[in-house]
């Protein structure tokens, strides 16, 4: 029980970190993060996304 809850709360910590980094992130970085969401839902539920599309999205670098 002990190492479970060790776990937890290394998930959390490591999701708080994680979230932080984000959130520091410019626009156009979390666009390309969402694109490659939707890119990767499409490819992981072909059937349930199939009237859904990927945003087609020119952002410069």
Do not use: F
Request: contains cysteine; aromatic residues 4%.
């Amino acid at each position: 029980m002990k190492d479970r809850n060790n776990y937890s709360g290394l998930l959390k910590h490591s999701k708080s970190k994680l979230r932080k980094h984000l959130s520091g992130l410019p626009v156009e970085q979390k666009i390309r993060i969402l694109i490659e969401l939707q890119k990767m839902g499409k490819l992981a539920n072909p059937e349930k996304t199939k009237y859904k599309m990927v945003w087609v999205c020119k952002l410069e670098a």
